[in-house]
């Protein structure tokens, strides 16, 4: 495989077995590094810190949750219990966008920072950023990992990156004229605003010469008409560049140059665990649904075992990608907080878009959950859209097939209605799949 279309050919097209065997090794190392060095592991392990599991019982130990992290850090501040490495070696400081509640700090050695940019890297190459791109990188510096780790691994393919950050819209476009920039790091919704300052001056994007878009940080890219619209205004191919968690990997998962799928480019630092919602492990082929958990098995600062990212992700491959690639392919489907529960089953939403995408003559794939009242429930209610050219006479047997599709796919009663086409309201950002109505 040309080493231009990839940035480890050694090990990105390592059979899975091979991958594994170089886990196993890593978490050997790992595992006894952080019984001795964390204390927030010390305490949490207890007794299990006597135990040597391999990857394959790694479901022997508990689960980490980003409360307790927080928790962790209150209790020893910056860096919290759970940090493993000395002051001297920490190079980078960054701290997370506390969206969600109080901002983590996030610590890393100059080991962890080098990995962290190579594994990116290895994600941008997949995107198709090369060494003779000049990319400008316009996300946020302000102290969280999109700006200046997305950088470094921007930097770290050999490109020549422009650091821009965020604001002066009018210079950024005259910069990227004069420069010659041709590829743009920013989030997904940054062209549009661009476009508009554009045409505002009678120019159109197409002139700006950009060969290549590297989106991240928000959702919207699976959408292909989003895509289509950006790529024809623009001329640049679209990629998913960066799915990531501050506190686990920046850059986990990107596409490559051959599917809209997103590689785990981070076989060699993390080990991933795909659960279902009892917390089972499920196995890593395609069609698996499940919450991402995530265990570092090469990191120095703040190592974690087994933690919930909470984002719910669909295998959509394993083995080799036409791009020669071997790592498995997903896509983010969801996230745990939407999960409801029907006779004691925990179901997410994404396993009933699976049942009314399953079969495209019936439904268009537009849905909703209807829950009545506060639960428990005993069946799932599902509207979904008849298809376009679904005749009305055959609406109710398209209902019960797609009852029945569900059904297979969860393990409980579902009840499907069908709505005309194009009733249900469209979202450009995150779709609410559940409607909660008094009984
Ligand atoms: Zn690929």
């Given at each position: 495989m040309p080493h231009d279309r990839m940035l480890h050919p050694e090990f990105e097209t390592l059979l899975d077995r091979a991958v594994r065997d170089q886990q196993e090794q890593a978490w050997r190392r790992q595992w006894d590094y952080v019984r001795e060095a964390s204390a927030f592991y010390a305490h949490k392990l207890g007794r299990l810190r006597d135990a040597s599991p391999s990857l394959d019982r790694l479901q022997d130990l508990p689960l980490t949750d980003k409360e307790e992290l927080r928790a962790s850090q209150e209790q020893s501040?910056?860096?919290?219990?759970?940090?493993?490495?000395?002051?001297?070696?920490?190079v980078r400081l960054h701290r997370t966008s506390?969206?969600?509640g109080r901002a983590l700090n996030l610590a890393n050695s100059k080991r962890d920072a080098d990995r962290i940019a190579a594994i990116g890297a290895r994600a941008m190459v997949a995107c198709g950023l090369r060494p003779s791109d000049r990319v400008v990188h316009c996300l946020n510096?302000?102290?969280?990992?999109?700006g200046v780790t997305d950088h470094m691994t921007l930097e770290a393919v050999g490109a020549t990156v422009v650091p821009y950050g965020v604001g002066n819209t009018a210079q950024l476009l005259e910069t990227i004229a004069e420069l010659g920039i041709t590829a743009i790091s920013c989030t997904p919704s940054y062209p549009a605003l661009l476009e508009r300052s554009l045409r505002g001056h009678g120019?159109?994007?197409?002139?700006?010469?950009?060969?290549l878009g590297l989106f991240g940080g928000e959702a919207g890219l699976d959408t292909p008409a989003f895509r289509e619209t950006m790529e024809a205004a623009w001329g640049f191919g679209v990629r998913n560049a960066n799915y990531g968690l501050s506190e686990v990997l920046s850059t986990i998962g990107s596409q490559c140059e051959r599917t809209t799928d997103l590689h785990f480019h981070g076989g060699d630092y993390l080990f991933a665990e795909v659960l279902d919602p009892s917390g089972q492990r499920l196995p890593i082929y395609e069609g698996t649904v499940g919450e991402l958990v995530c265990t570092h098995i090469d990191k120095e600062c703040q190592p974690l075992l087994r933690y919930r990212t909470r984002d719910v992700v669909t295998v959509t491959g394993t083995g080799p990608c036409a791009c020669g690639r071997t790592a498995w392919r997903f896509r983010v489907t969801g996230r745990t907080d939407d999960m409801f529960n029907v006779r004691g089953i925990n179901i997410f939403p994404s396993a009933i878009r699976e049942g009314v995408e399953a079969h495209p003559g019936f439904c268009s794939g537009q849905f909703r959950i209807v829950l009545r009242g506060p639960g428990p429930y005993d069946r799932v209610e599902v509207r979904a859209e008849a298809a376009?050219?679904?005749?009305?006479?055959r609406w109710s047997e398209a209902a019960d097939a797609v009852a029945e599709l569900i059904r297979k796919r969860i393990g409980a009663t579902a009840v499907v209605s069908l709505v005309p086409f194009d009733s249900l309201p469209r979202t450009a950002?995150?779709?609410?799949?559940i409607e909660r109505v008094a009984q």
């Open positions: 501040y910056p860096f919290g219990t759970y940090g493993a490495c000395p002051e001297e070696m920490i506390g969206t969600t510096y302000c102290m969280w990992t999109g120019r159109h994007p197409r002139e700006l010469g950009l060969r376009e050219t679904l005749a009305p006479d950002g995150k779709t609410a799949w």
